[in-house]
């Protein structure tokens, strides 16, 4: 199977209270990508300045994700976020963004990226999700991400954007903007009447809620004493979670999406342990699969934890 | 076994975007008592006003709480809190609180309510939570609950009191605040490094999490598309928590903690259902259990939901 994502590649800087980073490699299709590598093939589309060196690229190569429908636009450069946390880190606060190539972005597929089976449209001006979907229009499954900026500014584009996905995954309070519906419950159903068969609610450190026709499920985040930056968590967690229903599951059931959210969470824990890519850059398999076990103990109704 | 529970006896006035009620039965003692009473013995310590009358008791008796350590204060009010919750109805904003008969409290217990086998010191002030922990020092296991107030104004009291108890139960913000530590699993170690060898830690509609010496357990909050009146949801938590373990546990272990956290879910979730306690008021045992059950399938990692 293969799995193909669009969204930001970014030179991110960040603070928070553990330490700063600057022009650290990021942006939503990175780490999903990184993310979902653990489970399937999975290829980036995107595009990148001149400023984007062979070292960025070779950290998405050594975890085989393939780079060659990322755009290298001559004479522009690479989109930038600066942001920072306090104590709570479940907000970022922005501080600068730079579009830069972003500004002009008209995403072209090529023959490999159209044939995914899964695609996952990372949050991007909605518009430009309902190009690549249409591309992409062999995807079996496809996800879709989003933001208030998008819900603000492009409500419309963003409505019919969804109207053509399989699954939602948002911030949760986002849904509830979205649906403009206060009880989550009902807003997931809103969600559903528009078209998606699933919708992920995330909730930072609190983790992450589905909702399907069949009935709800949630996990926790991964508990962790020492979380130091949470930027593209929220990513991380959907490159688990389709990585792992593109790669390891025949059929998109209740039980498969399920086992997924597990990968989400466990892959954004990992995520959150370090600045920027570094820990999921360098982070095995075998680790990703003790942790999936040891989440599975701790959420176990009955029963002692591992 | 039996369960003794010191708190407040009240009237609330409570305004939500779904209504409002005015004079309700309420307070911590109350709502943990009921919710408590589908599993076992339980008595009530704490004072009331001359305006409380026969009706309020009833609604006690009923579902079989004790009420004979329910202390009428000739010539007094009972305990009044008037609050508002806006659509978010994670936070209460309180209006008004008097004191009454509060002000002048001095527990005494019945031989009865010194015998409990468990105890629950709800919300009140550290010092007299001191005091019936020591009367009651027969009871082999103790919880605690507190608020920001008491975290800010009698901080070394309540540190004292946290000491004597088995279990704290607080919301998650006020974790943090009492240890003064961000991260909420190094808080919870924090909490157990002063005694207790457990910390629940209320996440409002997230749910809770358990943190003990083995380990990490959470659950979602039980999903429902119509929330009408939080009031009182922490207290059912703990009195389905408390109630569970202490009428239908032989052993405190780590299973029946988590199997405790579910019921404690439940109640919880039939509380919030409409205002005060109309709700657990009228609820039937079977409708606990068939909602445990929902739940348990809610939150298996693998396998169909009911």
Not at 260 to 268: E, I, P, R, W
């Given at each position: 199977m293969s799995l193909t994502v669009v969204g930001s590649i970014a030179f991110d800087s960040v603070r928070t209270p553990f330490g700063e980073r600057e022009r650290m490699l990021g942006g939503s299709a990175v780490h999903f990508s990184l993310a979902a590598s653990f489970f399937?093939?999975?290829?980036?589309?995107?595009?990148?300045?001149?400023?984007?060196?062979?070292?960025?690229?070779?950290?998405?190569?050594?975890?085989?994700?393939?780079?060659?429908?990322?755009e290298r636009v001559?004479?522009?450069?690479?989109?930038?976020?600066?942001?920072?946390?306090?104590?709570?880190?479940?907000?970022?606060?922005t501080d600068d963004t730079q579009l830069n190539v972003f500004g002009d972005f008209a995403p072209k597929l090529s023959e490999r990226?159209?044939?995914?089976?899964?695609?996952?449209?990372?949050?991007?001006?909605?518009?430009?999700?309902r190009q690549v979907r249409a591309q992409c229009d062999g995807a079996a499954f496809a996800a879709l991400?989003?933001?208030?900026?998008?819900?603000?500014?492009?409500?419309?584009?963003?409505?019919a954007a969804i109207a053509e996905v399989d699954c939602?995954?948002?911030?949760d309070a986002e849904i509830r903007q979205l649906t403009e519906e206060p009880n989550l419950a009902r807003a997931a159903r809103a969600v559903m009447s528009l078209g998606p068969r699933a919708v992920v609610a995330k909730q930072g450190e609190y983790g992450a809620a589905l909702f399907t026709e069949r009935g709800f499920f949630a996990l926790p985040g991964f508990p962790l004493e020492d979380v130091r930056d949470p930027t593209g968590a929220g990513d991380s967690f959907a490159g688990g979670f389709l990585g792992h229903l593109d790669g390891e599951c025949d059929e998109i059931d209740e039980v498969a999406l399920r086992r997924?959210?597990?990968?989400?969470?466990?892959?954004?824990s990992f995520n959150v342990e370090e600045f920027g890519v570094e820990r999921v850059a360098r982070l095995r398999r075998e680790e990703v699969e003790d942790r999936f076990q040891a989440?599975?103990?701790?959420?176990?109704?009955?029963?002692?934890p591992a």
């Open positions: 399937t093939e999975v290829g980036v589309v995107g595009p990148v300045g001149e400023d984007f060196g062979a070292d960025q690229l070779a950290v998405l190569a050594e975890r085989g994700v393939r780079t060659d429908d990322i001559a004479g522009g450069r690479t989109f930038v976020w600066r942001g920072h946390y306090e104590y709570d880190l479940n907000t970022a606060h990226s159209r044939a995914a089976q899964m695609l996952f449209l990372a949050n991007i001006q909605p518009q430009l999700q991400d989003s933001m208030n900026l998008w819900i603000e500014t492009a409500r419309e584009p963003l409505l939602l995954i948002l911030n997924a959210m597990g990968y989400g969470t466990v892959l954004a989440l599975r103990a701790m959420t176990q109704f009955e029963g002692l």
